[in-house]
């Protein structure tokens, strides 16, 4: 299939006008989905010749996943398009669509003005039964235990302080209330009720849309109206769409 291609410019959309966004930070959070919505933002920005934030020497893996960005992060960048590299004051980006913590200021420091920010959340207790299979969580807790997936996490939550505790520092990080750690709060302060309900509020006012994975597909509908995209910004999606449903 050749994929269309327009210039960025106004567009009418139904009965109105709308410009078309093309900065958008997408803070991707671990096991909900995240990567379906960076090949599309990316893709969107190779269509588009848009400045994407790459990892310089990334070897084999190209996320800052637990890592605290600052505002010298931007030198573990490969430059903008034109831009030589070491001319930070330049390293001005379209898209983000990395795992890295979420610090508002930061992030504004490197990217381009008016940048979208959006992320997308999970049923936390399907969130946490894929990263407690897939990051290893159950085997490190329970080692030794001749145990299968079910098992392993039934044992697991009879009491799972006992199990999380002794695992090391990158595991408890994803397995404990890891969204909201990807959104830049510490989960050890979520007991305090005040901290959560500001958390929640300040991240209302912050990020433009919440996508939800159970409702992917009406959140991409929304992220499409919200960015003055066409149908064929998302077309990526909807061709792996109609392949799955053929099989």
């Known amino acids: 299939m050749v994929r269309p291609t327009q210039p960025i410019s106004a567009r009418t959309v139904g009965l109105r006008s709308c410009t078309p966004k093309k900065s958008i930070v997408f803070l991707k959070t671990h096991k909900t989905g995240g990567t379906t919505l960076a090949r ?3 893709q969107y920005a190779f269509d588009n010749k848009l400045n994407v934030v790459i990892k310089a020497e990334q070897g084999s893996y190209f996320h800052f996943t637990n890592t605290n960005l600052n505002f010298n992060s931007k030198k573990k960048f490969l430059p903008p398009i034109g831009v030589k590299q ?6 001005k980006y379209n898209v983000f669509a990395l795992h890295a913590r979420y610090d508002r200021p930061v992030y504004d420091s490197f990217m381009e003005i008016d940048s979208i920010y959006v992320t997308l959340l ?3 207790i399907t969130q946490f039964e894929s990263t407690f299979d897939y990051f290893g969580v159950g085997a490190a807790a329970l080692r030794g235990k001749s145990l299968n997936k079910t098992q ?3 044992v697991f939550l009879s009491d799972p302080l006992k199990y999380w505790t002794p695992l090391k520092n990158s595991l408890r990080l994803r397995s404990r209330n890891n969204q909201i750690w990807d959104l830049g709060v510490d989960p050890a302060k979520y ?4 901290v959560a309900d500001y958390t929640i509020k ?3 006012n912050e990020l433009d849309l ?3 994975t159970e409702y992917f597909d009406e959140s991409l509908l929304l992220l499409k109206q919200k960015l003055c995209w066409e149908f064929e910004d998302i077309c990526i999606y909807l061709e792996t769409r109609e392949v ?3 099989r």
């Open 122 to 124: 999970r049923d936390p």
């Open 40 to 42: 599309i933002l990316e």
């Open 202 to 204: 300040r991240l209302d």
């Open 86 to 91: 070491g001319d930070y004051n330049n390293y």
């Open 191 to 194: 007991p305090n009720s005040f």
């Open 210 to 212: 919440v996508m939800i």
């Open 244 to 246: 799955a449903v053929s």
């Open 152 to 154: 392993r996490l039934e």
